[in-house]
């Protein structure tokens, strides 16, 4: 079974910066692409990112220019750089894997524990 936990989280200042890492249990992200969710209460769970086994990645417009996902497959291992922090980026962040379902990537089930980010004003 796929273990996917997520770290690097905690109290920010507003123009901070983070970096999110996921740890996979298995040489997962070599065949599957992945992707970085966050969850603000009272929000639903949003995309904030993923990327591809090749490389190709795609970014939430709310986090353009700010966070870049990247990965190091041979660490089985996805991280989340977030530059420019703001209170409206405070949430609990998840990594998972994804498939691209043909309009929209989406997650196929596996899920670490989360790990919060809070960036005050």
């Known amino acids: 079974q796929v273990q996917l936990v997520e770290s690097g989280g905690g109290l920010v200042q507003a123009g901070g910066s983070l970096i999110l890492s996921c740890a996979a249990s298995t040489m997962i992200f070599s065949d599957n692409a992945m992707g970085w969710y966050r969850q603000a209460p009272g929000k639903q769970r949003e995309l904030v990112a993923a990327i591809t086994t090749g490389g190709t990645i795609q970014h939430g417009n709310s986090v353009k220019g700010r966070f870049t996902i990247s990965s190091e497959n041979a660490k089985n291992t996805a991280y989340l750089q977030m530059n420019s922090l703001g209170p409206e980026d405070t949430a609990v962040y998840y990594c998972?894997?994804?498939?691209?379902?043909?309009?929209?990537?989406?997650?196929?089930?596996?899920w670490g524990q989360g790990t919060q980010v809070t960036v005050s004003s």
């Open positions: 998972s894997v994804v498939n691209w379902s043909g309009s929209a990537w989406a997650p196929v089930g596996y």
